[in-house]
């Protein structure tokens, strides 16, 4: 069994995700403004920051700790542009980067950001300056390495923000903070593999207990079971067809068939399956480098969240997704599920767009997360939920003795994103390295009480069936549930579907402060009979 994990001391920074953050900027550490704060400073703050304040907002920090978390990184700066007088928070124009006022402000904003950078390095050129190619965004990614050029964008009235990619508090730094630390935060080390691992079958699973051979020899888990959703009495209805889901994630394996060759078998008929890729090639000086990125999953949980959603429902006793009959899409836009590297935000960006400018597309599913905010992955979720898409973000997903405080993660938080956590199979209890919150909208059944048992998906190639736990499945499960209710009304829009989903919740009448809506039954949202 694999979850979906952040490394330990970055779990402390995920608490309280969905509370107010003040105007004011953040308070930090004293600095000498000459010189960088340590990564240990830097992560003491942004875990004190999240405590207070409920969230890190870096565009909210003082520019000495933006500068330092360059210099602790790989100095490379989103900059979110605008021309002069711009509101924040403003929504943006779908053309904005073709409009005359916005070219003018981009082109103002890269002179300013040379013009600085040349006072302590005269040789450098504009080329030199981008680091990943543009995309439809206002926003210039650029090597900035002095404090001084943090200042003057801030100063200039063209920036809604300019934030370091490449920095998140790292687990293999000691942690403390004095008499307010969390328990067992001291001194620990140690990166996870961050929800990657050995994504092969799971052994000892047994009919019945586990999982239900359908007719034609399909395995359908534990927790498909109509008592938790009315998942397979809503199949009589509804398994999907005609609607598209769009994975983020770490991409699809090209040795599971069931994601290929045989994603059209058994009772799934008709559909399509692509395997596609944004995240970036590595960089130098903005030129690439290396091998091409490909759309093969080398972590495993892009492959068990495709499995997850819309497996077949095939004769190979594989086990099936939620909508087998879905239309499939799984985008490879990081390594793993911590986006804590340039590269990892640009692609998530970028495939947010990608499914925003697809008609195609419906619903978008992402179990991946942050520490920190990301104004660019904020700008791309918001112009894919303009364009009409619904969107699921894991909430969450720790260890054990952390994931009863620690809150809804980054971008789960948002409010264009579909929050979304797991529970155990009392129906009252979260699942053990699940996250809560107050921005927690919907809940998945994916754990067993009594064996700690996790819903079947697709492993990394064959048939016979691995399981996968945490908020990552239960985001993917409910992708798959949406597609199902979204399939038996296929002129509704997203807001309408949404509320279809809501009205069939188990906490409809009364939203939980730590499950939001509760459980989905989709039979009762597609009007078929629960058995």
Not at 179 to 184: K, R, V
Not at 419 to 427: E, I, P, R, S, Y
Not at 473 to 478: K, L, Q
């Amino acid at each position: 069994m694999r979850r979906f994990t952040l490394a330990p001391a970055a779990l402390l920074a995920l608490a309280f995700a969905s509370c107010q953050v003040d105007n004011d900027r953040l308070a930090s550490p004293l600095p000498d403004p000459k010189v960088a704060l340590t990564s240990a400073q830097l992560d003491e703050h942004i875990f004190s920051t999240l405590r207070q304040r409920g969230e890190f907002d870096w565009n909210a920090a003082p520019a000495h700790t933006v500068w330092s978390a360059l210099e602790q990184s790989d100095h490379v700066l989103s900059v979110g542009y605008q021309p002069t007088g711009g509101q924040a928070g403003a929504t943006l124009p779908d053309d904005a980067r073709q409009l005359p006022a916005w070219q003018q402000a981009r082109e103002q904003v890269l002179a300013l950001i040379l013009a600085e950078e040349q006072k302590a390095n005269p040789g450098l050129t504009a080329d030199k300056l981008r680091v990943f190619e543009a995309n439809s965004l206002p926003v210039l990614t650029v090597t900035v390495r002095q404090l001084r050029t943090i200042q003057a964008l801030r100063a200039s009235g063209l920036v809604r923000y300019a934030e370091p990619m490449g920095y998140e508090p790292n687990g293999q730094r000691p942690v403390t903070d004095g008499a307010n630390s969390e328990p067992g935060t001291a001194n620990r080390s140690g990166l996870l593999s961050s929800g990657c691992g050995n994504n092969t079958a799971t052994a000892g699973l047994t009919a019945g207990p586990d999982y239900t051979v359908l007719s034609g020899g399909a395995k359908s888990s534990w927790n498909q079971q109509d008592q938790y959703h009315g998942i397979r009495a809503a199949w009589s209805q509804s398994t999907g067809q005609g609607q598209k889901i769009l994975i983020i994630d770490t991409g699809a394996s090209g040795e599971q068939e069931n994601l290929g060759s045989a994603f059209n078998q058994g009772q799934s008929s008709g559909r399509t399956v692509e395997r596609l890729v944004t995240y970036p090639r590595a960089t130098i000086f903005g030129i690439p480098y290396g091998d091409t990125e490909t759309p093969d999953d080398a972590c495993g949980h892009g492959t068990s969240m495709a499995g997850a959603a819309a497996a077949p429902r095939g004769t190979d006793g594989a086990a099936v997704g939620v909508a087998y009959n879905a239309n499939l899409i799984v985008v490879r836009a990081a390594t793993d599920v911590f986006l804590d590297a340039s590269r990892e935000v640009q692609g998530v960006t970028d495939a947010y767009l990608l499914a925003a400018n697809r008609a195609d597309v419906r619903i978008i599913s992402m179990s991946m997360g942050r520490l920190t905010s990301s104004g660019q992955m904020r700008d791309a979720i918001r112009y894919a939920s303009d364009k009409g898409k619904l969107i699921f973000c894991a909430a969450g997903t720790s260890f054990d003795w952390s994931a009863g405080w620690v809150g809804v993660i980054y971008p789960a938080s948002l409010p264009e994103a579909v929050a979304v956590t797991g529970m155990k199979d009392d129906l009252k209890t979260r699942c053990d390295e699940c996250h809560t919150g107050a921005a927690v909208e919907f809940t998945v059944v994916m754990q067993r009480t009594a064996n700690d048992r996790r819903p079947l998906t697709l492993a990394m190639s064959g048939d016979a069936p691995s399981t996968v736990g945490g908020s990552s499945v239960a985001t993917a499960s409910m992708a798959g549930m949406a597609a199902v209710v979204w399939a038996r009304y296929p002129t509704e829009t997203s807001t309408q579907i949404l509320a279809r989903l809501v009205a069939a919740s188990s906490n409809r009448s009364r939203r939980d402060a730590s499950f939001g809506w509760g459980r989905v039954n989709v039979a009762t949202a597609v009007g078929a009979p629960a058995l």
